[in-house]
Nanobody, 126 residues
Framework: QVQLVDSGGGLVQPGGSLRLSCAAS????????LAWFRQAPGKEREFVAA????????FYGDSVKGRFTISRDNAENTVYLQMSSLKPEDTAVYSC???????????????????WGRGTQVTVSS
């Protein structure tokens, strides 16, 4: 069993930056993939980024490539999502997700993940 607590959301102006955190507890994350998804009102859940804990391989959704960076801190058992050059269309609830045994081709699919954080609201507005 893994518990995920996501945090760091808030209100930011267009062009600004924000860092989200996802703290994991319950077990070591070797063999796990940790990901961020987001969902805006009236829209489907969208893959944002993922990191494979052991290899540190990273994956990004097309809409955030070059602007967002996912990383992990092994000592803190925490995954970070550094968001830069934020746009109003980035406004959404961002949720952390994790699971073991996620194959690369399934990284972008929310159904591949067993554990979820409660989500943190990110609002990009002037």
């Amino acid at each position: 069993q893994v518990q995920l607590v996501d945090s760091g959301g808030g209100l930011v102006q267009p062009g600004g930056s924000l860092r989200l955190s996802c703290a994991a507890s319950g077990r070591t994350l070797s063999g796990y993939t940790l990901a961020w998804f987001r969902q805006a009102p009236g829209k489907e859940r969208e893959f944002v980024a993922a990191i494979r804990w052991s290899s540190r391989s990273t994956f990004y959704g097309d809409s955030v490539k070059g602007r967002f960076t996912i990383s992990r801190d092994n000592a803190e058992n925490t995954v970070y999502l550094q968001m830069s050059s934020l746009k109003p269309e980035d406004t959404a609830v961002y949720s952390c997700a994790g699971s073991s045994g996620v194959i690369v081709s399934s990284t972008y699919n929310s159904a591949s993940y067993t554990y979820w954080g409660r989500g943190t609201q990110v609002t990009v507005s002037s």
